[in-house]
């Protein structure tokens, strides 16, 4: 199975902050790579798709680069509604993982 | 508007039985790929397996933790996706989501695979 790492597991920002947060595959996973922000007792809801494709609806602010094993997703200016979990996922191969988990709290 | 409401949570002893059914509408079901996501208590996102649409195969994966255990199936005339869980585990405990999955492929590669709608989740507890 293909691990996902995230880091930070936790961070505390403020609105108007840049946040970047960072997910590292255990190999190439090409840009087999999604995003998905959860809230509380919510479903999750996709943000980016293969890397670097911005879901439609999603507001701009959100943008995701890399390829191969280091990917990042960065919000350019926090907003209030952003305070959530963030979590990343590979498709290159089943089983699908995602990575632990990134919560995002207001500072 | 795509809508998926899952059904059929509850609480269940360990080793017992329960099914799941996942209800949608607003798609061309028929087309979809499906998938199972389940998320324990205070822990991350978990994928349980995927089906096929019957033109992609109509086939199933599962991840190894429930493989042999858990079957998903889905009726194309009921627009309903099921996922039958046997043999549970106190480690099942869980709210599991289903999911649509976008497919993107060039001839039999997968170029994009991600989960673009979801349901609200149901929860499973599993204890005796």
């Known amino acids: 199975d293909i691990q996902m790492t995230q880091s930070p597991s936790s961070l505390s920002a403020s609105v108007g902050d840049r946040v970047t947060i960072t997910c590292r595959a255990g190999?190439?996973?090409?840009?087999?790579l999604n995003w998905y922000q959860q809230k509380p007792g919510k479903a999750p809801k996709l943000l980016i798709y293969a890397a670097s494709n911005l879901q439609s609806g999603v507001p701009s602010r959100f943008s995701g680069s890399g390829s191969g094993t280091d990917f990042t997703l960065t919000i350019s200016s926090l907003q209030p509604e952003d305070f959530a979990t963030y979590y990343c996922q590979h498709s290159f191969t089943t089983p699908v993982t995602f990575g632990q988990g990134t919560r995002l709290e207001i500072k | 508007e795509v809508q998926l409401v899952e059904s059929g949570g509850g609480l269940v002893k360990p080793g017992g039985s329960l099914r799941l059914s996942c209800a949608a509408s607003g798609l061309t079901f028929s087309n979809a790929w499906l998938t199972w996501v389940r998320q324990a208590p205070g822990k991350g996102l978990e994928w349980i397996g995927h089906i096929r649409s019957k033109t992609g195969g109509g086939t199933t994966d599962y991840a190894a933790p429930v493989k042999g255990r858990f079957t998903i199936s889905r009726d194309d005339l009921e627009n309903t996706l099921h996922l039958q869980m046997n043999s549970l585990k106190t480690e099942d405990t869980a709210v599991y989501y289903c999911a649509t999955i976008h497919i993107t492929m060039v001839r039999t590669s997968i170029m994009e695979y991600y989960f673009d709608y979801w349901g609200q989740g149901t929860l499973v507890t599993v204890s005796s």
């Open positions: 190999q190439s996973i090409r840009n087999y």
